[in-house]
């Protein structure tokens, strides 16, 4: 079994491939400190130093020979390979030197210092220079691993240098330039490096570059330590100066590699290593390896992958591409675009070409200096090729297109967080956030599967506030090794606190907010102002209307705007129309608001999303029951801020659908804004008779509830005691009945206060509902007809038609049916010139039972008929089976029991339908001899 060992960007262990777990990051320090010395004794107090330093435990010795005991169980599967043992007052770790990333750097660097050739030379710095995934065992924080961190980072640096001088002389100039200034940019003081620098632009046709960089370097020395460049720096730039031939690019004849037969084309393997801990994704491996294997029909020639900051998605190209990398036989060939890098600017495709040609047999003097002529070079140096490209992190379709190889024989890999739609021909992987046991395992292998298996829930948690994304869940992962007495817990109860979660997710040079940034980068300054605005609501998901509010424009413009963050990925857009926003996103977003916004610019915003919501549910309700709203709206619907409208009342519907389950807590923000007081209770009147056609009465009870509140803190009786008639009816359609009382009972005491005798009637009314619910008729029937004669007094037909209707229920439930009669009798009327065919049809059903109680059978079936005529017409599919179940039942009375059962069966089909039964209760209810009514008969039989 094949075993190796990482240091280089954090301890890892494989075994033919497959991650050994190997514990938390102080074991995996312990691990860490033995392979540093393999081979050689590490004494106990050595160790305890190396792991703790100054903080170490009182009982360091026994925590330490624990961790050595669950490391020996760990590798116990590669103990031939691998053998931890205890040895002379310490432990000592026998591997094979070349199993070890360190150990092997160093040995390709000496090879490297001690070849015969420069060509050699050169490949194996490139090899040892390869190995680093990443800073030396990363996230380890003792004065002994800093020191040896900071040691082998100058190991580091020198055989970077080596290879720099190595590949000057062998003519390979033109790939330098662009890695050479980044390193400058870390080491700006460095002579030799700058000295590499400038001689590279040299001889690439760029004296003037190489001038300016020595003219920089001589004022940042002066500046910082009060020197001259050495005399080596100061003879290159005399050379540069006179164009000295000893600088020219050499000719074959002087490089060392040079012999009897030219030196074959190089075969590049630029793959980095592959990610460790690579966890899921199994579905996306499958696919993306079936498009990089030649033999598979979904072959591809470009793959593009796309999705949100931290997804992943380089993870996963690497992970595929290493799988697959045995198809290329002509190599692989990786460079980072740098499209989402805070570091500096996207490279162009020329930077990419000016790299890559060189590895391909092109001599640096051989590279066009345009775009086109390189990419055009290229196009023929990979034709019949079989080249593996990886294109990380993309900004544009643009960036990628020259870069691109002509035939099926190479294939590309692109990751970017936008969809490059645009090129021709790619095929798309798009990565989603990880499932949720994915994310959790993720975590497990990160933080140790000791935190998680102790607190599960806790783990849960933070895979929730990490949203399942890989990037975030490796910060929290960092944050806990460097914090062994952590719990899962701790860090979970952090991030709950959304106005630190941001500071909580970033360690080192893992950030979130990071991240973000430069995806909001990549927007317009529109683009992001209108980001910050979305912000200003609580809730992760909006659609086009409330976001054109809140970015106060046109809903049309609104669109585009947001569509460009759409493909920034810094929203999502699951249907047209709609806008989810992750919660993570929303915290940036709303610390970019508060940057952006001054206290009139928040004012602006809310006053624009209460008139939003104001507007809508006015429209919502005009659209879905007209008569209620007419008599509910205190005028004409205020203008919307974005200019939008429903077009019907399926739109309306969706809409109230949509908005109900966060109206309430957005309701509840603004309320805190004194000038929005009076608007926000208006909110729930206008906003009731749409909430109740669609059933949302749990919504309706916490808007009304903010509506007495805010009311009442604004000093607005009128608006309280209507808040408090709203609160009631939203309490006595929930079975709250006691509550309902109250509430009515406060409404009709403020609205007597007042002396407004037509919401007195309306009160009225609707304490005799909630009366004659609780069993209380006499109090129903003096309730109804008071409310009736006020009814009457101010001229409401309406309101008098459904307190007749309510009267004539309580007479039903009293049993004297011929007064239910008549009062049904009057409110049909009453409803039948008024027009309103939806209500009329109840109040016909509810007739033709009063007469079928009264023993008036056969007058009955007539009756029933004509409710069933009216309410089909108006579609009332419920109070349909309503009214069926009442004919069965007069059918069944006069001893048409066929006929009866039909029209059972009818009535149990519409509810099976509507979804209110299913298709097992229909036949249980049908199989008893006198069929009982269903709860969904809502008045009974």
Not at 215 to 233: C, F, K, Q, V, Y
Not at 352 to 377: C, F, I, K, Y
Not at 461 to 483: H, K, S
Not at 825 to 854: H, K, M, P, Q, W
């Amino acid at each position: 079994m094949a075993v190796e060992f990482g240091l280089f960007g954090g301890v890892e262990a494989r075994a033919d491939g497959r991650p050994i777990e190997l514990g938390h990051a102080r074991q995996r320090s312990v691990l860490a400190a033995l392979l540093i010395d393999a081979n050689r004794v590490t004494s106990v107090e050595q160790l305890v130093d190396r792991v703790w330093g100054e903080r170490s435990p009182q009982r360091a010795e026994g925590t330490l020979y624990s961790y050595v005991s669950r490391l020996r169980q760990a590798l116990a599967p590669v103990a031939g390979e691998a053998r931890l043992s205890r040895a002379s007052g310490g432990y000592v770790l026998a591997v094979d030197a070349s199993t070890v990333d360190l150990h092997r750097f160093r040995d390709l660097t000496a090879r490297a210092r001690t070849a015969d050739d420069d060509g050699t030379a050169a490949s194996l710095l490139e090899q040892a220079l390869g190995l680093w995934r990443g800073d030396l065992f990363a996230s380890l924080d003792t004065p002994w691993f800093n020191s040896v961190r900071e040691s082998l980072g100058r190991e580091r640096f020198a055989a970077e240098l080596d290879l720099g001088d190595v590949l000057l002389r062998l003519g390979r100039h033109a790939e330098m330039p662009f890695e050479l200034a980044a390193r400058t940019r870390e080491h700006p003081l460095d002579e030799r490096l700058a000295g590499q620098l400038m001689l590279a632009l040299y001889r690439c046709g760029r004296p003037a570059d190489a001038l300016n960089h020595y003219r920089d370097l001589r004022s940042r020395l002066a500046d910082d330590l009060g020197i001259d460049p050495g005399p080596e720096l100061r003879h290159l730039h005399q050379q540069i100066l006179t164009a000295d031939p000893a600088i020219a690019v050499p000719s074959p004849a002087d490089s060392p590699t040079t012999g009897a037969h030219p030196a074959p084309t190089p075969v590049p393997r630029q793959l980095p290593a592959p990610p460790p801990m690579f966890t899921g994704r199994d579905l996306e491996v499958k696919v993306l390896c079936g498009m990089l294997d030649p033999g598979e029909p979904r072959h591809a020639h470009v793959v593009a992958v796309d999705g949100v900051a931290g997804v992943g998605k380089s993870a996963l190209a690497l992970h595929a591409s290493h799988r697959m990398a045995h198809g290329f036989p002509d190599g692989q060939l990786y460079v980072n675009l740098q499209g989402a890098s805070a570091a500096g600017a996207p490279l162009t495709p020329y930077d990419v070409l000016v790299q890559w040609l060189p590895q391909l047999g092109v001599a640096g003097t051989d590279v066009p200096g345009e775009t086109g002529a390189a990419s055009a070079l290229w196009r023929s140096v990979l034709a019949g090729r079989r080249l593996l490209l990886v294109l990380d992190d993309a900004f544009s379709a643009e960036q990628v297109r020259p870069l691109l190889p002509a035939e099926r024989g190479c294939v590309t890999v692109v990751t970017s967080r936008s969809v490059l739609s645009t090129l021709d021909g790619a095929e798309f992987v798009h990565l989603e956030p990880l499932a949720q046991e994915e994310a959790v395992t993720l975590l497990e292998r990160l933080a140790g599967a000791g935190r998680v298996v102790a607190d599960p829930t806790a783990a849960g948690d933070v895979v929730g506030f990490c949203e399942r994304l890989p990037l975030l869940l490796r910060i929290v992962a960092a944050r806990l090794a460097a914090r062994p007495s952590w719990s899962i817990r701790v860090i979970a109860d952090r991030l709950a606190e959304e106005h630190r979660r941001l500071n909580e997710l970033q360690a080192g040079e893992l950030s979130a907010r990071a991240s973000l940034a430069v995806s909001l980068r990549e927007t317009s300054e529109e683009g992001a102002r209108v980001f910050a605005s979305l912000a200003m609501v609580g809730v992760t998901e909006l659609d086009l209307p409330l976001a054109a509010s809140l970015a106060g424009l046109p809903w049309a413009a609104a669109e585009a705007v947001l569509e460009q963050l759409v493909d920034a990925r810094l929203i999502d857009s699951p249907v047209p129309g709609r806008y989810r926003m992750h919660d993570v996103v929303r915290l940036y977003a709303r610390e970019q608001a508060r940057v952006r916004a001054d206290t009139a610019g928040w004012s602006a915003t809310r006053r624009r999303v209460l008139d939003h919501y104001l507007a809508l549910t006015q429209q919502a309700a005009l659209l879905l029951d007209p008569e209620e709203a007419s008599a509910l709206t205190t005028g004409p619907p205020p203008a919307h801020p974005s200019g939008f409208a429903f077009d019907d009342r399926s739109e309306a519907s969706a809409w109230i659908d949509f908005v109900a389950p966060h109206l309430p807590m957005i309701m509840d923000e603004l309320a805190g804004s004194d000038d929005l007081t009076a608007d926000i209770a208006l909110l729930a009147l206008e906003a009731y008779p749409a909430l109740v056609v669609r059933d949302r009465w749990t919504e309706l009870i916490r808007l009304s509830s903010i509506a007495v509140r805010t009311a009442r803190d604004g000093d607005r009786r009128v608006l309280e005691a209507r808040a408090h008639n709203l609160l009631g009816m939203a309490y006595g359609n929930t079975g709250r009945l006691d509550e309902s009382l109250a509430e009515f009972d406060l409404a009709l005491r403020q609205w007597e206060e007042i002396g407004d005798r037509h919401q007195m009637a309306r009160a009225l009314n609707n304490l005799g509902l909630v009366a004659r619910l609780r069993g209380d008729l006499p109090e129903a029937v003096r309730c109804h007809e008071r409310s009736i004669l006020l009814f009457q007094e101010v001229g409401d037909s309406n309101g008098q038609a459904r307190a007749l209707s309510n009267l004539g229920l309580v007479h039903q439930r009293i049993g004297d049916h011929d007064q239910a009669i008549v009062a049904h009798e009057e409110a049909a009327g009453i409803f039948r010139t008024l027009g309103d065919r939806y209500r009329l049809g109840l109040i016909l059903g509810n007739l033709a039972r009063s007469v079928r109680l009264a023993g008036r059978i056969r007058e009955s079936l007539d009756r029933y008929q004509d409710s069933l005529r009216v309410i089909r017409e108006t579609g009332n599919r419920s109070g349909e089976a309503e009214q069926l179940w009442g004919l069965a039942q007069a059918l069944h009375d006069l001893g048409e029991s066929d006929l009866a059962r039909a029209r059972w069966r009818a009535a149990l089909d519409i509810l099976r339908e509507c979804g209110d039964l299913t298709a097992k209760e229909v036949e249980a209810i049908l199989a008893q001899p006198v069929p009982q009514a269903p709860a969904a008969i809502s008045r009974g039989v």
